[in-house]
């Protein structure tokens, strides 16, 4: 039969085919193995770089990617990937003169790519999970009272932007919950009668739902806010139920690092000069406060909707001992 000819042509033998998928699986393991033992660190960082931007990875990352793992192969002399050890990563580790959490940062970002080329077969054995750093981070300060009365008492309530962040920072401030979970708060999660927001678990982190009372100073925020909302919907033809919302009536979180709020707590930190106006030192002072009113360390952890009460304690800037002195009195 003649063949036909054109772009749906494909130039293959099919008894190409046939030959290699009846090949030996030992002789398949040993051109593989083969191929292992030649592939430079290099090779693998320019594989693993197209796999990760056919992942949509950003491309900072990518760029840290090929920074630390060069810096690495630069330093060490290695430059087969067979020839990675925990010893020349310590090695490497050894010779910055840089802080041990920067240090940490670099170590992670190395791991990362050898454990793709552990998912990739190219590393068999994953040594470098067993690496350990001891890095001392800083405990970020919480926000006071006094900073975020001070911030509410200067926004303007009368402009929908500064009705929303003014919910927006007594929500953080009150119910301690994270960013991104503040972005994907809708209208119906307000429970008006019992002054509770009912936040179900495919919105938290821990997939956990919470139940987080509220002020009555909030509720009138909330009351304003969602009827407003109404309006600026309307008015761009939008459809959704987005307790916060941008000017155009869209989601406020775009992405996972990208939030209106968050930029918005920046412009009023630099304007007011508070240095712990942030998503984060708000969340912090709801467990500070917390902790201050005599509340026990397990059910701010829940409040917080963290998994371990070790997380917890560094929020609160607590010792080991004084996370089990607290416990031990509920014993």
């Known amino acids: 039969m003649t063949r036909k000819k054109g772009v749906y042509s494909v130039d293959i033998d099919p008894l190409d085919i046939a030959i290699s998928s009846v090949a030996s699986t030992q002789g398949m393991a040993d051109i593989r193995r083969s191929y292992n033992d030649e592939i430079t660190v290099d090779q693998a960082l320019d594989i693993v770089e197209r796999q990760m931007r056919a992942e949509g990875r950003r491309p900072r990352t990518i760029l840290e990617y090929r920074k630390y793992v060069t810096d690495y192969a630069i330093k060490t002399r290695i430059s087969r990937l067979q020839d990675v050890s925990a010893a020349s990563i310590y090695e490497w580790l050894s010779s910055m003169k840089v802080s041990a959490?920067?240090?940490?940062?670099?170590?992670?970002?190395?791991?990362?790519?050898?454990?793709?080329?552990?998912?990739?077969?190219?590393?068999?054995?994953?040594?470098?999970?067993?690496?350990?750093?001891?890095?001392?981070?800083?405990?970020?300060?919480?926000?006071?009272?006094?900073?975020?009365?001070?911030?509410?008492?200067?926004?303007?309530?009368?402009?929908?932007?500064?009705?929303?962040?003014?919910?927006?920072?007594?929500?953080?401030?009150?119910?301690?919950?994270?960013?991104?979970?503040?972005?994907?708060?809708?209208?119906?999660?307000?429970?008006?009668?019992?002054?509770?927001?009912?936040?179900?678990?495919?919105?938290v982190k821990n997939h956990d739902a919470?139940?987080?009372?509220?002020?009555?100073?909030?509720?009138?925020?909330?009351?304003?806010?969602?009827?407003?909302?109404?309006?600026?919907?309307?008015?761009?033809?939008?459809?959704?139920?987005?307790?916060?919302?941008?000017?155009?009536?869209?989601?406020?979180?775009?992405?996972?690092?990208?939030?209106?709020?968050?930029?918005?707590?920046?412009?009023?930190?630099?304007?007011?000069?508070?240095?712990?106006?942030?998503?984060?030192?708000?969340?912090?002072?709801?467990?500070?406060?917390?902790?201050?009113?005599?509340e026990n360390i397990a059910v701010i952890s829940r409040a917080l909707g963290h998994s371990d009460l070790s997380v917890t304690s560094r929020y609160l800037d607590l010792s080991a001992q004084e996370v089990a002195e607290a416990l031990r009195k509920h014993l």
């Open 101 to 203: 959490s920067t240090r940490l940062i670099r170590l992670k970002c190395l791991r990362a790519f050898l454990e793709r080329c552990n998912t990739n077969g190219w590393l068999p054995e994953p040594f470098w999970r067993n690496i350990r750093i001891k890095a001392d981070t800083p405990v970020k300060q919480a926000t006071n009272a006094r900073d975020i009365n001070r911030v509410l008492a200067m926004i303007d309530l009368t402009d929908f932007v500064g009705l929303r962040d003014a919910a927006a920072i007594l929500t953080l401030y009150e119910t301690g919950i994270r960013l991104g979970t503040l972005g994907q708060l809708t209208e119906d999660c307000v429970d008006f009668e019992r002054r509770m927001l009912r936040i179900p678990g495919a919105m």
């Open 210 to 294: 919470l139940h987080l009372p509220f002020s009555d100073t909030l509720a009138k925020l909330y009351n304003a806010l969602i009827r407003h909302n109404a309006v600026i919907r309307d008015a761009n033809n939008v459809k959704n139920e987005y307790l916060f919302i941008s000017r155009r009536g869209n989601c406020t979180q775009t992405g996972p690092t990208n939030s209106s709020i968050a930029k918005r707590l920046n412009i009023y930190r630099k304007q007011f000069g508070i240095k712990t106006l942030s998503a984060h030192s708000l969340r912090r002072a709801f467990a500070t406060r917390l902790l201050q009113g005599g």
